[in-house]
């Protein structure tokens, strides 16, 4: 048994709750309660579990998964969607050359399969609207985006991120080739992170930004939108 530890977030009343697993950094499991995002905790630990076995790591996949609520934000704006301004206290640790490497590694993976995935998706399907959600297309982007948001809270702006991130919404090369040089450039600058940018705490707005949280929010926000293109284009998952 593998017991696995819920930092929650949720609106008033406990609605629209996201489980963040620090444990498995990148894992998140979301619902419009807080009683159904914890039951869908398991399920999500476990295919995050598959996804690092695919990758080559060793997981245990016959372990009974079991989860215990660590913290329960609940205060601050835009509860419940990924990042509540408190933070988590995990969020505020520095960042060791080691973790940075292994969620650079399990970021790039994730990058790898939603490119993998948009290959095999016609313009068409990347442009049409669901009956509910967004069409493809907008979801790249709004990724794209964010990521480019996320590093600069993380190491500050610079021309290359900008120039990358212009070149996914211009839309002038096959759209997989564009969201690669970015991720390209992204990976550069975080494996460049010196001692100063992996410790120090900057403050942005509400919120206090630390290396270790722009990681967090790269990895969940990443396999969050590869979660929502394999259950859209892959029944499988």
């Known amino acids: 048994m593998t017991e696995y530890a819920l930092y929650l977030e949720s609106g008033p009343k406990m609605r ?4 963040h697993v620090f444990g498995l950094l990148g894992c998140t499991a979301s619902g419009p309660t807080t009683g159904e995002a914890l039951e869908a905790a398991p399920e999500e630990i476990r295919r995050f579990l598959e996804f690092l ?8 996949l016959r372990s009974k998964i079991t989860t215990s609520v660590a913290a329960h ?7 419940g969607y990924g990042d509540p301004a408190p933070g988590f206290a995990p969020d505020f640790g520095p960042l060791t050359p080691k973790e940075r490497d292994l969620h650079l590694r ?8 939603f490119a993998e ?4 998706v016609s313009t068409k399907q990347l442009t049409t609207k669901p009956a509910s959600g967004r069409a493809l297309r907008p979801i790249v982007e709004h990724v794209a985006g964010a990521d480019a948001a996320y590093l600069r809270a993380t190491v500050g702006p610079f021309a290359e991120l900008r120039e990358a991130t212009k070149a996914v919404e211009r839309a002038d090369v096959p759209l997989v080739d564009a969201l690669r040089s970015l991720w390209a450039v992204s990976h550069v600058r975080l494996a460049a992170m010196d001692e100063d940018e992996r410790t120090r705490m900057v403050r942005h707005g509400e919120k ?10 790269m990895l969940e926000h990443q396999w969050e939108h590869l979660r929502e293109a394999e259950r859209r284009f892959d029944a499988k998952r």
Do not use: F, N, P, Y
């Open 16 to 19: 629209t709750t996201m489980a």
């Open 53 to 60: 076995r695919q990758h080559g790591e060793k997981v245990d």
């Open 73 to 79: 934000v609940m205060e601050g704006s835009w509860i």
């Open 106 to 113: 399990r970021l790039d993976w994730m990058r790898a399969d």
């Open 117 to 120: 995935l948009l290959s095999r």
């Open 208 to 217: 206090i930004w630390t290396a270790r949280r722009g990681m967090r929010r």
